[in-house]
Each structure stands twice: as structure tokens, then as C-alpha cells.
């Protein structure tokens, strides 16, 4: 297993571009089963959760590929017989591969997924996604841990979600676009990427409104056609390549960014003392050696994103005074925390709630990744840290950050990967 080792101590100064968007990515590729023929999508990130998703669909019989490990390019062709099943052992690899039951069953009346089973940070059931399948008609049965589900022809109702779920959104929204009649959906999650979803389905014949917001509106259609679809910005990798220059008192400008999905994020940072500016299609982020603390209350979009609670939380770690953090979206989102304590950080655990008493250093030590963004919050926490960090277990970066390493090295961090 690969490691990442960094010296720490390095001001991060440069431009760094930020890739395609994981979470727009992985629905996407899963509604290319909903049209007969070719689509095209660029700004892919190369990314171990993007080349999953690849072989899920490889594994239905569908001509799924990257056009060459150079390229941001990957297409998706769905012409002969489709086997609508994704088996165990790759659902087990990747929960949002369960993205691929509503187009499976709204194309092909029937499916067969794994159920994607617990995962490091909560238990993440999937009963709104089936909820809103069986709103659309479908029966659904659960046997042997799979989700089979059929359906002759879906047909247009009402989903009111229990809880908001950015995947629960998209999966019901790629099932209705085929169903007979329309669709209402109320407390659908309101994320960048769901809404990026609705733009590719309505480039491919679908009718829906409001993605975005929590009510969605969606008149079923006969068929879709193939699309070509260049993803957004990933406003995560983004969110951390700006804590990045924040935590090392640097000066980096992050290119091809959406600023206005990364508002509360950028309203973080600026009230703990960055200077966050927008050049172009960039955001620059200015820090002064040590910024104060800042407490953070994680919510669904357009709240302050869990997925950037990890990051946020080593820069509190340096940071002057004390900053209260609650994950209020997974119930256990503090994996990176007895890490962090490794490199010298005061932080308390309450239940949701952490209490980060901010030190003036941390010092390097081997430290071991336990999930996707607890291994971006240990890399961070190394940048600052004196002397070397040997950040173990990466696997979990590589499946959302497109060499973040290299990305951080060209910004003037002392950092490398040892293969293992
Ligand atoms: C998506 O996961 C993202 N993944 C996650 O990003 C992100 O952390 C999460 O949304 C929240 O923003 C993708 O988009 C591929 P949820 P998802 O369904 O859809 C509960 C990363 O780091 N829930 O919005 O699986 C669930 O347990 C990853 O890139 C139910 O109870 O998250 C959780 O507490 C990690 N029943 C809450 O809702 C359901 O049927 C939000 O989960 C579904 C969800």
C-alpha cells in the first residue's frame, strides 16, 4: 500500500487547476444506461471511485472506458444486451454504484444491486432510494443482501424524502425521466452535482424542473437520447486545495472553480482571517501564518459540506482559540481525529460535537488514512506539521483526489508518494 510522505514547514504559493467533480461524475456515468447508443463525457477525474463505476457498467455489458489514462475523456456505450445487475464484490468497493438502480430499472424494468452494506463513516442505509422507487411502482424485494427490484413501466407519483440524500435525489430522478406521467419530488437535496445531474438529463431529452431545490418536477418521457456533457468543477477537491494554501500561510490561486458553489466554505475561511478572493474562474486564498478559530455546524447544501468537516478540522487544529465542530450528517465523520492527536493536536470529542483547542504546531509522525477526507485532513495537518509525515492506507485518497500529491508538490509542498 502506497504512502504519501511530507516535510512540513512549507508556505504553498502557485496556480493549481481543480479536476472534474467526483460526485457529478459517478451519477452521470450511471444515466448513460438510460439512452440507447454513445455518450461522451470530458473533465472526468481520474479518480479509483470514477474507474469503479467504469467496471460496474462494464460488468451490465456496456462499452464503458476511458479513452486513454492520458485523457479527461471517458465514454459510455449502451447498445447490446445489458445484464442489469452490480454485483457484491464491486458495490462493496463503492456505495454509489447503487446509483445505477433507477436507470436500470426506469430502461430495463428490472434490477439486481448489492445492498452497498455499512461504510468507515455511518451505516448510510439506502431505504429513501427504495422508498421513491416503489412511489414510481416498482416492487422491490431484498434477498440474499440484493435489491431487486422491477417494474413493466413506471409510473409518475409523489416522493416526499424522509431525509435529504444527495444519491436518493439522483437515483429517483433517473427513474422518473422514463416513467408514464409526472413526478413530484419534495425535500430533495439541493447539491451542485444533483443539479448537474437534471442538466445532463434534460441534454438527453428529459423534461425536469427545479434541481436544485428541494422540490423537483419531472414529466416522464418515452426515451432519452446519448449525450456529450463536460463535468463541473469539484467544489471538494477545490474547498481542499484552499485549506491547503490556508494551513500553510500561503498564496495559491485555484483555477476553474464555480465560486458560488463554495460559498459557505469561503465564508469559513474569510472569518478566520483569509483573504478570499475571486480571479475569474478562480478563487485565490491568501493566509497569514496563523488564522483564529472559527466553529463549524456541518449541514446539507447550501450549508457548510461535511465532506470539507475533515479538512476544515486541521486547520483548527493550528489555528488560535477553540473551534466547536458538529458533523451533523454521518454519525461517525471523526475517524481522522485520534490521527490528528498523533501529530501533537488538543481536540474533544462530544458526541457529534468536537472541540478543537488550536496549538501553535504540530509535529510530523506516521499517521494512517481511515476514510477519503480524513486522509486529505492527515495530508494538510502534515503540510503544517514540523519534520516528516507518513501519511499510510492512501487507497482511500485515490478514490476522490486526482494526485493531490503532485498537485500540492507543484505549489511548493515537500511532498512525494512511496510506492509501497
Ligand atoms: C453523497 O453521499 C456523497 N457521495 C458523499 O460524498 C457526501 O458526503 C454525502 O452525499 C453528503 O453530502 C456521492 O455523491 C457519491 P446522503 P450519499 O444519502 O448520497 C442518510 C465523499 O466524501 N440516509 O446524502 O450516500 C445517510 O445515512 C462522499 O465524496 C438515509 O438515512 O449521502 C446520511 O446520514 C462521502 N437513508 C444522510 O442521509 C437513505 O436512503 C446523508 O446521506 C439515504 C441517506
Not at 109 to 138: T, Y
Not at 397 to 405: C, I, K, M, P, W
Amino acid at each position: 500500500m502506497d504512502k504519501i510522505v511530507i516535510k512540513g514547514g512549507q508556505a504553498l504559493h502557485g496556480e493549481v487547476q481543480a479536476s472534474g467533480a467526483k460526485n457529478a461524475a459517478l451519477p452521470i456515468l450511471a444515466s448513460a444506461l438510460l439512452a440507447d447508443g454513445t455518450s461522451t463525457y470530458r473533465n472526468v477525474p481520474a479518480l479509483a471511485d470514477v474507474a469503479t463505476m467504469l467496471k460496474v457498467l462494464r460488468t451490465m455489458g456496456c462499452d464503458a472506458e476511458r479513452d486513454s489514462e492520458e485523457t479527461d475523456v471517458c465514454r459510455v456505450g449502451v447498445n447490446g444486451h445489458i445484464t442489469p445487475e452490480a454485483p457484491y464484490d464491486l458495490v462493496k468497493t463503492m456505495r454509489a454504484s447503487v446509483l445505477v438502480l433507477g436507470p436500470l430499472v426506469a430502461r430495463f424494468g428490472r434490477a439486481r444491486v448489492s445492498m452497498p452494506g455499512g461504510c468507515a463513516i455511518g451505516a448510510r442505509p439506502i431505504d429513501q432510494h427504495l422508498k421513491g422507487l416503489k412511489a414510481l411502482g416498482a416492487d422491490i424485494h431484498l434477498t440474499e443482501g440484493y435489491v431487486e427490484a422491477t417494474a413493466k413501466q413506471l409510473k409518475g407519483g409523489t416522493v416526499n424524502f424522509d431525509v435529504i440524500t444527495v444519491t436518493g435525489t439522483e437515483n429517483v430522478m433517473m427513474a422518473a425521466v422514463l416513467a408514464k406521467g409526472r413526478t413530484l419530488m419534495e425535500n430533495c437535496a439541493r447539491e451542485p452535482e444533483v443539479e448537474e445531474l437534471a442538466k445532463v438529463l434534460n441534454k438527453m431529452g428529459a423534461r425536469i424542473e427545479g434541481a436544485g431545490t428541494s422540490s423537483i418536477t419531472i414529466e416522464g418521457v418515452d426515451g432519452l437520447k446519448p449525450v456529450e456533457h463536460a463535468i463541473l468543477p469539484d467544489r471538494i477537491e477545490a474547498g481542499t486545495l484552499l485549506v491547503a494554501a490556508a494551513i500553510s500561510g500561503g498564496d495559491v490561486l485555484v483555477k476553474r472553480v464555480v465560486p458560488e458553489h463554495m460559498d459557505a466554505l469561503v465564508e469559513k475561511l474569510r472569518e478566520a482571517g483569509c483573504t478570499i478572493t475571486t480571479e475569474g474562474s478562480g478563487l485565490r486564498c491568501k493566509a497569514p501564518q496563523r488564522l483564529d478559530a472559527v466553529n463549524i455546524t456541518t449541514t446539507e447544501h447550501p450549508g457548510f459540506p461535511t465532506d470539507m468537516q475533515a479538512q476544515l478540522m486541521a486547520l483548527m487544529s493550528v489555528s488560535q482559540g477553540t473551534s466547536v465542530i458538529s458533523e451533523n450528517i454521518f454519525e461517525n465523520r471523526f475517524m481522522h481525529v485520534p490521527e490528528l492527536h498523533r501529530l501533537g493536536a488538543d481536540i474533544t470529542i462530544q458526541g457529534p460535537t468536537a472541540v478543537v483547542k488550536g496549538v501553535k504546531g504540530l509535529s510530523g509522525a506516521p499517521v494512517m488514512a481511515t476514510d477519503l477526507r480524513a486522509s486529505a485532513s492527515l495530508i494538510l495537518a502534515g503540510l503544517r506539521a514540523e519534520g516528516r509525515t507518513d501519511v499510510s492506507r492512501v487507497y482511500h485518497l485515490d478514490r476522490g483526489y486526482e494526485r493531490l500529491e503532485r498537485k500540492l508538490s507543484a505549489l511548493g509542498a515537500d511532498i512525494r508518494r512511496e510506492k509501497a
